[in-house]
């Protein structure tokens, strides 16, 4: 069961335009949503984050945007540029018994086109 | 800034071997997580230490186990490797208990098993 949902493996956009990136969740107590972006043979590196208790939250040409009735959560990109170009994962924190872990989706490969 | 380094970049082992997969964290961070990758399957959480000596299994421990003897290492060990333990394997850490929503991962290891 995929607590987590990434349903779009792939997306092409071309430079400038707006990226638009999808995540649905199944569990209404995460607490935190994160997206996470990789490049091959290299770590995730973190891009930002929300608070389950905001709809919105931006930094720079990142914005995400938490729509907890839908649960759902998607990652805007504007104007998106070439190194942007990698895999976007978006990942949801669960606390339990003072503790938390992070659930991750499949990821979505965004290639932004010169 | 937050280094995470893991032992090997890349590692082929036989069917049978035990394997020892290393991650170091030098920012005192309490928690650590061991991840694998792969393709359309996302990041699944093998196992997390939120310290010394305490490990809590993730979604897939099966056919792992963990060593943290130090704060700052967290050993992920495969007892006897088979192929479809064939991954890339990430290290994470994040700081205190329940806290800021961000972890921090390493490059990765790319186990190959033959």
């Known amino acids: 069961d995929q607590q987590v949902k990434q349903n779009s493996p792939s997306l092409s956009v071309q430079e400038g335009r707006i990226s638009i990136l999808n995540c649905d969740y199944t569990n209404s107590m995460f607490d935190y949503f994160l997206w996470y972006k990789k490049y091959p043979a290299e770590g995730p590196t973190f891009l930002i984050s929300?608070?389950?208790?905001?709809d919105k939250n931006e930094d720079g040409r990142f914005t995400v945007f938490l729509n907890k009735s839908a649960k759902h959560l998607s990652l805007h990109i504007v104007p998106s540029q070439p190194g942007d170009s990698a895999v976007y994962f978006c990942a949801a924190r669960a606390v339990t018994s003072g503790t938390y872990k992070y659930i991750f989706g499949t990821g979505t490969r965004l290639k932004v086109l010169a | 800034d937050v280094k995470v380094t893991q032992s090997s970049r890349y590692l082929v082992k036989r069917t049978g071997e035990k394997v020892f997969l290393e991650c170091v964290q030098d920012?005192?961070?309490?928690?650590m997580f061991w991840y694998r990758q792969d393709p359309g399957l996302g990041l699944r959480l093998i196992y997390f230490s939120y310290d010394v000596k305490m490990k809590e299994k993730g979604d897939i421990p099966e056919g792992y186990s963990v060593s943290r003897e130090k704060k700052e290492r967290f050993s992920l060990i495969l007892e006897s490797a088979s192929t479809n333990q064939t991954s890339m394997y990430l290290c994470a850490s994040s700081p205190e208990r329940v806290s800021k929503e961000t972890q921090y991962f390493g490059p990765g290891t790319r186990l190959l098993v033959l």
């Open positions: 920012m005192d961070h309490e928690n």
């Open positions: 929300i608070s389950s208790i905001k």
